[in-house]
């Protein structure tokens, strides 16, 4: 709710900041019409609902950021998070002269704060007022757009967009800084005109000496209550800290090497931060991404708390079963527990999209195709190797087109040979017969491949297919970013039997009987075979297919 609560502070302050740097762009134009775009600014924020949706998104903002700093157990920030940080903190004294100059002049002295008063006290004040008021729309403008960067990275929409999106972020404030800075030259040329100043600050009502003596007290003031209120969070930590570890020790043992002991009250991220340990974090703990999730084990597993209902959200989105949790929203009680982060420290916004439900590891009954060019080594001699490389992928973009039409996931490349799965998330018999679809579909696309390429082959391309099914382990499997999901287990072995089998009995498909008898196929007109599996005991029954072609279409 914090979050939430600060994310739509900062749209509120947002919405405010792109109305006002649009109307400083009409300084293009003129120093009328921009002083007549003010009337419409006014319209909208200077009114009771506008000035309570603006000082509440202010001070709400301010207040929430400092809250999030005191939460954190560790100031090991990414550069990102440093310079947002650094910027949000410029803003105030920034911000604070122009706030005071404008809005609490006209309040305490009825200073009219329109763009002749606020340009004419720059061309008096010199070059140190003009760089801080043209650099606080730069500063406030990068803040927000690093927060909206990485609030919006892991929307799927944000992609398609971010191009006109970053355009919007360049022309915004350098069409602002062009027109104010206009508008400054103007009003500058107007100055040499004698008179003009004084007859500026009269129709402005500028106050004496003493009460402008008195507006910039007040912004140093609110200046040095700022400062004092952003180094007593500072300084609140360590007094939690200390207060914390009487409650006892974390322990997290991360692999056979890597152990961390703290006090108890930080998150498995602060932690892995705290010692130094790579731990992929993509919205930087703020439990949006999914991208720290790790599987907790140990002797003391059940005394964690139960996922809040933000975590649980997050969790479900990926799929994560029961022993899955968000590194940055798990807050472990004294104890010890076994930690595996599921993705690598590099990791990206991609990886915080929805996945497979199996991602995480299990087992289920799927369906496993092995195909392979024949003699495909005899074709290839005496071809230059791009012709290898193109034919190679004339080939696999026909049988992966094959595959997926028929509902299966291409699992791998391996040499000029590829592995599929079909039946993620489905029943056994729709997977047995995508994979006996997906087996003719593969034969037409080979014919077809073979005429498209007749004046380039000696000899055309025969392919042979192993088909078999039953329950396999399946995750993502792999290290960094070679991850992926896959099968393994004797599903998997026997499949690429099958496939080596298709020499022997010189067809083009070899399938087990358990698979057709799941799929509800009747192949007994064509020659059965049992077969020794090695590795495995018993035998079994399979069914070769001379010409994959000739089968029905599965419907």
Same mark, same amino acid.
């Not at 729309?137 to 927000?144: Q, R, T």
């Not at 703990?285 to 597993?301: L, P, Y």
């Not at 017969?433 to 696309?445: I, P, T």
């Given at each position: 709710? $914090?979050?939430?609560?600060?994310?739509?502070?900062?749209?509120?302050?947002?919405?405010?900041?792109?109305?006002?740097?649009?109307?400083?762009?009409?300084?293009?134009?003129?120093?009328?019409? =921009?002083?007549?775009?003010?009337?419409?600014?006014?319209?909208?924020?200077?009114?009771?609902?506008?000035? &309570?949706?603006?000082?509440?998104?202010?001070?709400?903002? %301010?207040?929430?950021?400092?809250?999030?700093? +005191?939460?954190?157990?560790?100031?090991?920030?990414?550069?990102?998070?440093?310079?947002?940080?650094? =910027?949000?903190?410029?803003?105030?004294?920034?911000?604070?002269?122009?706030?005071?100059?404008?809005?609490?002049?006209?309040?305490?002295?009825?200073?009219?704060?329109?763009?002749?008063? $606020?340009?004419?006290?720059?061309?008096?004040?010199?070059?140190?007022?003009? %760089?801080?008021?043209?650099?606080?729309?730069?500063?406030?403008?990068?803040?927000?757009?690093?927060?909206?960067?990485?609030?919006?990275?892991?929307?799927?929409?944000? /992609?398609?967009?971010?191009?006109? =999106?970053?355009?919007?972020?360049?022309?915004?404030?350098?069409?602002?800084?062009?027109?104010?800075?206009?508008?400054?030259?103007?009003?500058?040329?107007?100055?040499?005109?004698?008179?003009?100043?004084?007859?500026?600050?009269?129709? @402005?009502?500028?106050?004496?000496?003493?009460?402008?003596?008195?507006? +910039?007290?007040?912004? /140093?003031?609110?200046?040095?209550?700022?400062?004092?209120?952003?180094?007593?969070?500072?300084?609140?930590?360590?007094?939690?800290?200390?207060?914390?570890?009487?409650?006892?020790? $974390?322990?997290?043992?991360?692999?056979?090497?890597?152990?961390?002991?703290?006090?108890?009250?930080?998150? !498995?991220?602060?932690?892995?931060?705290?010692?130094?340990?790579?731990?992929?974090?993509?919205?930087?703990?703020?439990?949006?991404?999914? &991208?720290?999730?790790?599987?907790?084990?140990?002797?003391?597993?059940?005394?964690?708390?139960? *996922?809040?209902?933000?975590?649980?959200?997050?969790?479900?989105?990926?799929?994560?079963?029961?022993?899955?949790?968000?590194?940055?929203?798990?807050?472990?009680?004294?104890?010890?527990?076994?930690?595996?982060? =599921?993705?690598?420290?590099?990791?990206?916004?991609?990886?915080?999209?929805?996945?497979?439900?199996? *991602?995480?590891?299990?087992?289920? +009954?799927?369906?496993?195709?092995?195909?392979?060019? #024949?003699? %495909?080594?005899?074709?290839?001699?005496?071809?230059?190797?791009?012709?290898?490389?193109?034919?190679?992928?004339?080939?696999?973009?026909?049988?992966?087109?094959?595959?997926?039409?028929?509902?299966?996931?291409?699992?791998?490349?391996?040499?000029?040979?590829?592995?599929?799965?079909?039946?993620?998330?489905?029943?056994?018999?729709?997977?047995? /017969?995508?994979?006996?679809?997906?087996?003719? #579909?593969?034969?037409?696309?080979?014919?077809?491949?073979?005429?498209?390429?007749?004046?380039?082959?000696?000899?055309?391309?025969?392919?042979?297919?192993?088909?078999?099914?039953? @329950?396999?382990?399946?995750?993502?499997?792999?290290?960094?970013?070679? &991850?992926?999901?896959?099968? !393994?287990?004797?599903?998997?072995?026997?499949?690429? #039997?099958?496939? *080596?089998?298709?020499?022997?009995?010189?067809?083009?498909?070899?399938?087990?009987?358990?698979?057709?008898?799941?799929?509800?196929?009747?192949?007994?007109?064509?020659?059965?075979?049992?077969?020794?599996?090695?590795?495995?005991?018993?035998?079994?029954?399979?069914? *070769?297919?001379?010409?994959?072609?000739?089968?029905?279409?599965?419907?």
């Amino acid at each position: 709710m $914090v979050g939430r609560l600060r994310l739509w502070s900062g749209y509120a302050l947002f919405f405010y900041v792109v109305t006002h740097l649009l109307n400083h762009t009409l300084g293009l134009i003129s120093l009328r019409i =921009l002083e007549a775009g003010r009337h419409w600014f006014v319209l909208i924020w200077h009114n009771p609902i506008g000035q &309570t949706v603006l000082y509440g998104a202010l001070f709400g903002h %301010f207040f929430l950021a400092l809250w999030s700093l +005191y939460q954190r157990r560790a100031l090991k920030l990414s550069p990102w998070e440093w310079t947002q940080w650094i =910027l949000g903190m410029l803003i105030i004294p920034l911000g604070a002269t122009h706030v005071v100059g404008t809005r609490l002049a006209h309040e305490l002295y009825g200073v009219e704060p329109g763009y002749p008063w $606020v340009l004419g006290s720059l061309v008096v004040g010199g070059w140190t007022g003009i %760089f801080q008021q043209f650099a606080l729309p730069l500063v406030v403008w990068l803040h927000a757009c690093i927060g909206l960067h990485f609030a919006w990275r892991l929307r799927p929409w944000y /992609r398609t967009w971010l191009p006109l =999106l970053y355009a919007i972020a360049l022309l915004v404030p350098v069409g602002s800084i062009a027109g104010a800075a206009i508008a400054l030259r103007d009003v500058a040329d107007l100055a040499q005109q004698p008179g003009f100043l004084q007859n500026l600050f009269e129709r @402005a009502h500028v106050p004496s000496q003493d009460g402008i003596a008195n507006l +910039y007290d007040i912004s /140093r003031k609110l200046q040095i209550g700022a400062l004092v209120v952003l180094v007593g969070a500072l300084s609140a930590r360590p007094l939690r800290d200390l207060w914390e570890r009487r409650a006892g020790v $974390v322990r997290l043992d991360y692999d056979e090497r890597r152990s961390v002991a703290q006090p108890t009250g930080l998150t !498995i991220l602060e932690m892995s931060r705290i010692a130094g340990i790579p731990h992929a974090s993509v919205c930087g703990g703020r439990g949006r991404c999914s &991208t720290c999730r790790v599987r907790v084990g140990g002797q003391d597993r059940a005394k964690l708390p139960e *996922a809040s209902p933000e975590e649980q959200k997050v969790l479900a989105r990926v799929g994560a079963p029961a022993n899955v949790r968000l590194a940055c929203q798990l807050r472990p009680p004294p104890g010890h527990y076994r930690v595996t982060p =599921l993705l690598p420290a590099s990791a990206g916004p991609v990886e915080a999209y929805r996945r497979q439900p199996q *991602a995480h590891g299990g087992e289920h +009954y799927v369906a496993i195709l092995f195909a392979d060019i #024949r003699g %495909f080594t005899s074709i290839s001699e005496g071809k230059l190797p791009y012709d290898v490389v193109f034919l190679l992928n004339r080939y696999f973009r026909a049988t992966g087109q094959a595959i997926e039409a028929a509902g299966g996931r291409l699992d791998k490349f391996i040499g000029d040979g590829v592995m599929a799965i079909f039946g993620l998330g489905k029943e056994p018999q729709v997977a047995c /017969r995508e994979a006996l679809d997906a087996a003719r #579909r593969m034969g037409e696309a080979l014919a077809d491949l073979n005429e498209a390429l007749s004046g380039d082959l000696d000899q055309p391309l025969r392919i042979g297919i192993g088909l078999h099914s039953g @329950a396999t382990i399946v995750g993502e499997m792999g290290y960094a970013r070679a &991850t992926h999901l896959t099968a !393994i287990g004797d599903t998997v072995n026997i499949a690429s #039997r099958l496939e *080596a089998l298709t020499k022997e009995f010189a067809a083009e498909l070899v399938v087990s009987q358990e698979l057709l008898d799941r799929a509800g196929v009747d192949l007994g007109a064509l020659e059965s075979h049992d077969v020794e599996i090695r590795g495995r005991q018993g035998r079994l029954t399979v069914r *070769a297919v001379k010409k994959v072609i000739e089968l029905t279409a599965m419907s």
